[in-house]
Nanobody, 125 residues
Framework: QVQVVESGGGLVQAGGSLRLSCAAS????????MGWFRQTPGKEREFVAA????????YYADSVKGRFTISRDNAKNTVYLQMNSLKPEDTAVYYC??????????????????WGQGTQVTVAS
């Protein structure tokens, strides 16, 4: 079992930056795909960014490409989401997810097996 815990959310002005962190338990973290998703009330959870086990491959939603950067530190069992040039429409609860080694799209929720509780990000206009 892997536990995933997000941190770093908060309130920021439009144009500002935040860095989310996601700490995962377990010795197999370095083999897991990691992803970030977000959700607003009344809407489905949507893909934001993902990274493969080595950090060599990254994936982004079109809406955040060029503004957000996902990275990981396998020595610290942590994945990060650096969010720059934030917009009010980025306001959401952000969820971190971990996926066991398997075939599947990094963009799909079904790729991931373990989810955190989420951290709120609010961007004020």
């Amino acid at each position: 079992q892997v536990q995933v815990v997000e941190s770093g959310g908060g309130l920021v002005q439009a144009g500002g930056s935040l860095r989310l962190s996601c700490a995962a338990s377990g010795r197999t973290f370095s083999s897991y795909a990691m992803g970030w998703f977000r959700q607003t009330p009344g809407k489905e959870r949507e893909f934001v960014a993902a990274i493969n086990w080595s950090g060599e491959n990254t994936y982004y939603a079109d809406s955040v490409k060029g503004r957000f950067t996902i990275s990981r530190d396998n020595a610290k069992n942590t994945v990060y989401l650096q969010m720059n040039s934030l917009k009010p429409e980025d306001t959401a609860v952000y969820y971190c997810a971990a996926g066991r080694p398997k075939v599947g799209s990094f963009y799909a929720m079904g790729r991931y097996d373990y989810w955190g509780q989420g951290t709120q990000v609010t961007v004020a206009s």
